[in-house]
């Protein structure tokens, strides 16, 4: 309503501190939400009454100044469209509006990515810094910009349609993943999994398949995030702590999410297009889950994926997954070759899983006290509590074990 996103937080906010003042003197209101809605949009009338008076005051003065005249109009109210939006019932999804006003073609990718991650899943800023691998402040300063850009050039709150909608798919795929797997594997805090981001994810995924049935990485996003999402019963222990794939009791996935998965992985391929980096993941993670155990997994052909995925989105992640996908393979040698050659990649430097993988492939091939060091090194890195639990645990395991040839 006010073409401004900064703006509109700043009303939305005010609205919460009203509900802090109010709701405990009289109580919460049986729906919290339209209350907080209702609140926001007066004050976003008074202000823009308030701006309108301003500018009908500064047109008398001018007025006065040049004829002498005195003062005179009726002051100014309410466009007739801001009482039109406030009366609309059939609002559609509004989550999905935003998303695709912040990734609109006016912003650069990064600001795209990273103001949706803030305003969609209510990232921190340090949380989109870990996704992106880069730094707090560097993000911090996309975000503000993009708000000032989305607001000079009036851009309207809408999901768009036709090569406008095509256009701005791929940021809008690439937030939606980001969230999701902030949700899978949180970046900081005392909790492995965050579940609430992941369904936020998922249910915006299987609305842009609905908007976008054409769209093969838009069906292998879905895919990817069915499949992954059937994991979360088994991805944390007793303690709340992390459960590598390989020790995870396969019984505790979910069968239906995969069988969902599995289909929309079919409706991709079904399109006939080359498959994209959304269709190879999901892929990778079809080859997971038609593994009766660990035992049973294809690690040559999931190598293989990881390859195609390299050529398709190469990147230092894509690399540092793929060299335990060649360990799997073809031994651990294989895969600390190119785990090595990824040491002095600088978007990596304060990444903790590549430790984490250096440290696992050592420790396969009994070079334990190197294997420790690196353990250590991952548990300094990570933001996330039970994550640094288990790197510090499986770096005392490497110091307890004898090392080979001692």
């Given at each position: 309503?006010?073409?401004?996103?900064?703006?509109?937080e700043?009303?939305a906010?005010?609205?919460?501190?009203?509900a802090?003042?109010?709701?405990?003197?009289?109580?919460?209101?049986?729906?919290?939400?339209?209350?907080?809605?209702?609140?926001?949009?007066?004050?976003?009338?008074?202000?823009?009454?308030?701006?309108?008076r301003?500018?009908?005051?500064?047109?008398e003065?001018g007025?006065?100044?040049?004829?002498?005249a005195?003062?005179?109009?009726?002051?100014?109210a309410?466009?007739?469209?801001?009482?039109?939006v406030?009366?609309?019932d059939?609002?559609?999804?509004?989550?999905?509006?935003?998303?695709?006003?912040?990734?609109h073609?006016?912003?650069?990718?990064?600001?795209?990515?990273?103001?949706t991650?803030?305003?969609?899943?209510?990232?921190t800023?340090?949380?989109i810094?870990?996704?992106?691998?880069?730094?707090e402040a560097?993000?911090?300063?996309?975000?503000?910009?993009?708000?000032?850009?989305?607001a000079?050039?009036?851009?309207?709150?809408?999901?768009?349609?036709g090569?406008?909608?095509?256009?701005r798919?791929?940021?809008?795929?690439?937030?939606?993943y980001?969230?999701?797997?902030?949700?899978?594997?949180?970046?900081?805090?005392?909790?492995?999994?965050?579940?609430?981001?992941c369904?936020?994810?998922?249910?915006?995924?299987?609305?842009?398949?609905g908007?976008?049935?054409?769209?093969?990485?838009?069906?292998g996003?879905?895919?990817?995030?069915?499949?992954q999402?059937s994991?979360?019963r088994?991805?944390?222990g007793a303690?709340?702590?992390p459960?590598?794939?390989?020790e995870?009791?396969?019984?505790?996935?979910?069968r239906?999410l995969?069988?969902?998965?599995?289909?929309?992985?079919?409706?991709?391929?079904?399109?006939?297009?080359?498959?994209?980096p959304?269709?190879?993941?999901?892929?990778?993670?079809?080859?997971?889950?038609?593994?009766?155990?660990?035992?049973?997994?294809?690690?040559?052909?999931?190598?293989?994926?990881?390859?195609l995925?390299?050529?398709a989105?190469?990147s230092?992640?894509?690399?540092l997954?793929?060299a335990?996908?060649?360990?799997?393979?073809?031994g651990?040698?294989?895969?600390?070759?190119?785990?090595?050659?990824?040491a002095?990649?600088?978007?990596?430097?304060?990444?903790?899983?590549?430790?984490?993988?250096?440290g696992?492939?050592?420790?396969?091939?009994?070079?334990?006290?190197?294997?420790?060091a690196e353990?250590e090194?991952a548990?300094?890195?990570t933001?996330?509590?039970p994550?640094?639990?288990v790197?510090?645990?499986?770096?005392?395991?490497?110091?307890?074990?004898?090392?080979?040839?001692?």
């Amino acid at each position: 309503m006010v073409n401004d996103v900064g703006l509109a937080e700043e009303l939305a906010q005010d609205a919460l501190v009203a509900a802090l003042e109010q709701w405990p003197r009289d109580g919460v209101p049986d729906n919290p939400g339209a209350w907080l809605m209702a609140v926001a949009k007066r004050r976003a009338i008074d202000r823009i009454r308030r701006e309108r008076r301003l500018e009908d005051k500064i047109g008398e003065i001018g007025h006065e100044l040049e004829t002498g005249a005195g003062p005179g109009g009726e002051p100014g109210a309410v466009p007739p469209e801001f009482d039109a939006v406030l009366d609309e019932d059939d609002i559609g999804d509004d989550l999905l509006r935003l998303v695709f006003t912040a990734c609109h073609p006016v912003l650069s990718k990064q600001a795209r990515v990273a103001l949706t991650l803030r305003l969609l899943g209510g990232l921190t800023t340090d949380e989109i810094a870990r996704a992106f691998l880069t730094s707090e402040a560097t993000v911090a300063q996309r975000i503000v910009r993009a708000k000032r850009t989305l607001a000079e050039a009036n851009v309207p709150f809408e999901v768009p349609a036709g090569p406008d909608r095509a256009a701005r798919l791929a940021s809008v795929l690439e937030v939606v993943y980001l969230v999701f797997n902030e949700g899978y594997a949180a970046t900081a805090g005392d909790g492995w999994v965050r579940a609430d981001l992941c369904l936020e994810a998922l249910r915006l995924g299987r609305i842009l398949a609905g908007l976008a049935p054409a769209e093969p990485e838009v069906h292998g996003l879905v895919a990817l995030m069915e499949i992954q999402a059937s994991r979360t019963r088994a991805r944390t222990g007793a303690s709340g702590e992390p459960v590598p794939l390989h020790e995870q009791d396969r019984a505790l996935w979910d069968r239906l999410l995969i069988r969902r998965g599995f289909a929309a992985l079919l409706r991709a391929r079904g399109l006939g297009a080359p498959p994209g980096p959304y269709v190879l993941q999901a892929a990778i993670a079809a080859s997971h889950a038609r593994a009766n155990g660990p035992e049973d997994t294809d690690w040559e052909g999931i190598a293989g994926l990881y390859e195609l995925l390299a050529r398709a989105a190469p990147s230092p992640v894509v690399e540092l997954n793929r060299a335990v996908a060649l360990g799997m393979a073809y031994g651990p040698e294989r895969g600390l070759a190119l785990a090595d050659a990824l040491a002095d990649e600088p978007s990596l430097k304060g990444y903790h899983l590549l430790p984490s993988v250096r440290g696992d492939l050592l420790a396969r091939l009994g070079r334990t006290d190197e294997a420790r060091a690196e353990f250590e090194r991952a548990a300094d890195l990570t933001r996330n509590a039970p994550e640094r639990r288990v790197l510090l645990e499986r770096a005392a395991a490497c110091g307890a074990a004898v090392p080979r040839g001692g």
